[in-house]
């Protein structure tokens, strides 16, 4: 192993660049939360690996798992046209999918303060009357919304 991702990503694609097409093993990248890989300065790896894949000078397959359904938007240019475009789309059952709702109340939960808490009783009570309020608020419920609606996942709800 080397000391810095340059030296690793070079090693990584000299290994994958000094392959045969017809002696060599295929080797398929999963990477999961796929956006947060887009959300890199500047997407060098990203960038490799497709260009490795497109060029055929490995038989490779590098496959993105998120749960946001723009991620593509994220791509840069440079990246997107190495990109080949195919996307799957996996959703849960209706009877298993998370609905608008219950995330509301996950932000109910997550921001209201237990009555145990060791802060003034009228303080905690403020608090969470506050909270209560900003849930109901049809504008905040609108935000939240435009959120749910392009990426329905929790840890992107719980980071917002």
Known sequence: FHDTFAENLAYLLQCLKSGHKGHSKSVIFVLEEFDLFCGHHNQTLLYNLFD????AQAPICV???TARL???E???KRVKSRFSHRQVFLFPPADKKVGFKSRLTLLEKLLLLPVTEPLEPVYV???NEHVLSLVANPEVRHVCKRLYDSDQSERTFRTF
């Open 52 to 55: 490795v894949a497109q060029s």
């Open 63 to 65: 496959v993105g798992v």
């Open 74 to 76: 994220l791509l840069e």
């Open 125 to 127: 009570h403020c608090w």
């Open 70 to 72: 723009d991620v593509t």
